[in-house]
T-cell receptor, first 110, second 112 residues
Framework: SQTIHQWPATLVQPVGSPLSLECTVE??????LYWYRQAAGRGLQLLFY??????ISSEVPQNLSASRPQDRQFILSSKKLLLSDSGFYLC?????????FGSGTRLTVV | KQEVTQIPAALSVPEGENLVLNCSFTDSAIYNLQWFRQDPGKGLTSLLLIQSSQREQTSGRLNASLDKSSGRSTLYIAASQPGDSATYLCALTNQAGTALIFGKGTTLSVSS
């Protein structure tokens, strides 16, 4: 069966520090992968999606970036965090038969 | 641009009541529509997936319908329970492989 792992679950980082969130998928190959952010009181916002290794599409211009170094690995990064980067980050994958989400990372930038 | 709206934003009902959550979308050319549940501070759990050729899907006490011509989907919950308390999100894709577009959700509270 397919599973999606996302870590860490919670993270508190100072402004200006770097960020690396990792997401891995098991039990499938060549999935479409997605990063979403859910800010307090707002809906889910698509940040990045990837249809293959090294292929990244950005939906929202910001100081975040994404990479896909392996088929089932998707990484969200930042060189310098801003207060506005706080939120709940969710990784997801799709196979054409619906979308499956990870358990999320709660990021608080202080 | 596809927009997804969920009404009401919040709903409180007593245990045992049947209820309907509504989702509307502006572009009827959708590929899939999916209903999710989100508990506070948690990720999203998929409840039901309706493909564009389908009109409804059922799982236990849940039934989701899709009417593309009117741009609407409903999630029906029968005999609600306190454990059903959560935020319910409607999301859809316009074509295969594209990202989900979400509504802002309906927060349901079921009191015992």
């Amino acid at each position: 069966s397919q599973t999606i792992h996302q870590w860490p679950a919670t993270l508190v980082q100072p402004v200006g520090s770097p960020l690396s969130l990792e997401c891995t998928v098991e039990g499938t190959s060549n999935p479409n992968l997605y990063w979403y952010r859910q800010a307090a009181g707002r809906g889910l916002q698509l940040l990045f999606y990837s249809v293959g290794i090294g292929q990244i599409s950005s939906e929202v211009p910001q100081n975040l970036s994404a990479s896909r170094p392996q088929d089932r690995q998707f990484i969200l990064s930042s060189k310098k965090l801003l207060l506005s980067d706080s939120g709940f980050y969710l990784c997801a994958w799709s196979s054409g038969f619906g979308y499956t989400f990870g358990s999320g990372t709660r990021l608080t930038v202080v | 641009k596809q927009e997804v709206t969920q009404i009401p934003a919040a709903l409180s009902v007593p245990e045992g009541e049947n209820l309907v959550l509504n989702c509307s979308f502006t572009d009827s050319a959708i590929y899939n529509l999916q209903w999710f549940r989100q508990d506070p501070g948690k990720g999203l759990t998929s409840l039901l997936l309706i493909q564009s050729s389908q009109r409804e899907q059922t799982s236990g006490r849940l039934n989701a319908s899709l009417d593309k011509s009117s741009g609407r989907s409903t999630l029906y919950i029968a005999a609600s329970q306190p454990g059903d308390s959560a935020t319910y999100l409607c999301a859809l894709t316009n074509q295969a492989g594209t990202a989900l577009i979400f509504g802002k959700g309906t927060t349901l509270s079921v009191s015992s």
